[in-house]
T-cell receptor, first 117, second 116 residues
Framework: GAVVSQHPSRVICKSGTSVKIECRSL??????MFWYRQFPKQSLMLMAT?????????EQGVEKDKFLINHASLTLSTLTVTSAHPEDSSFYIC?????????????FGNGTRLTVT | DQQVKQNSPSLSVQEGRISILNCDYT??????FLWYKKYPAEGPTFLIS?????DKNEDGRFTVFLNKSAKHLSLHIVPSQPGDSAVYFC???????????????FGTGTRLTIIP
């Protein structure tokens, strides 16, 4: 079945540094990928929609200059947390849907636990 | 503004019994609903979905019921098994299309614990 791979699964970085998270669709093409963030005991909150070959669409309240998204191919989207701060510590999850699959279920990666010290 | 709500943060059910997880939504434009299961430190796994043109969808031990007038859906798991212990999220989207870019709005989750 369709698989979404996310890397790294866990990262610890110092304040002020940048961290890149990769999201790959392994056996299908994904025109659109979604980046979510989950704080402890809270819901998954959509951060942005990543569109292959075009600019990402960010949700209200999400800083596009801080969370850089690049969707360079139909199988890879990256999220870079720039100048990370402790409040950026969270669980980041990407998801993708088969291209042209309409309301088929989203497939999620296993997430990245980011800890900023 | 939480458009999808799961009012029970936790639920404990005896093994073999029925687990019923509830979800309410406020956006009348939602027309596709899904349930995801999530283990700690992992991404959500799709369980079952339902379109707004239906009021019930069944897949093995899992059945989802949709009451559009009440803007309410529920997930029934029967019989419940220890491996069902996880956090369950309901999610909703609006707009039936084939572009695949409809975003999901998630509820806050319900932690289900199955007691052996």
């Amino acid at each position: 079945g369709a698989v979404v791979s996310q890397h790294p699964s866990r990262v610890i970085c110092k304040s002020g540094t940048s961290v890149k998270i990769e999201c790959r669709s392994l056996d299908f093409q994904a025109t659109t990928m979604f980046w979510y963030r989950q704080f402890p005991k809270q819901s998954l909150m959509l951060m942005a929609t990543s569109n292959e070959g075009s600019k990402a669409t960010y949700e209200q309240g999400v800083e596009k200059d801080k969370f850089l998204i690049n969707h360079a191919s139909l199988t890879l989207s990256t999220l870079t947390v720039t100048s990370a701060h402790p409040e950026d510590s969270s669980f980041y999850i990407c998801s993708a849907r088969l291209r042209g699959a309409g309301n088929s279920p989203l497939h999620f990666g296993n997430g990245t636990r980011l800890t900023v010290t | 503004d939480q458009q999808v709500k799961q009012n029970s943060p936790s639920l404990s059910v005896q093994e073999g019994r029925i687990s019923i997880l509830n979800c309410d939504y406020t956006n009348s434009m939602f027309d596709y609903f899904l349930w995801y299961k999530k283990y700690p430190a992992e991404g959500p796994t799709f369980l079952i979905s339902i379109s707004s043109i239906k009021d019930k969808n069944e897949d093995g031990r899992f059945t989802v019921f949709l009451n559009k007038s009440a803007k309410h859906l529920s997930l029934h798991i029967v019989p419940s098994q220890p491996g069902d212990s996880a956090v369950y999220f309901c999610a909703a989207s609006e707009g039936q299309s084939n572009f695949g870019n409809e975003k999901l709005t998630f509820g806050t989750g319900t932690r289900l614990t199955i007691i052996p």
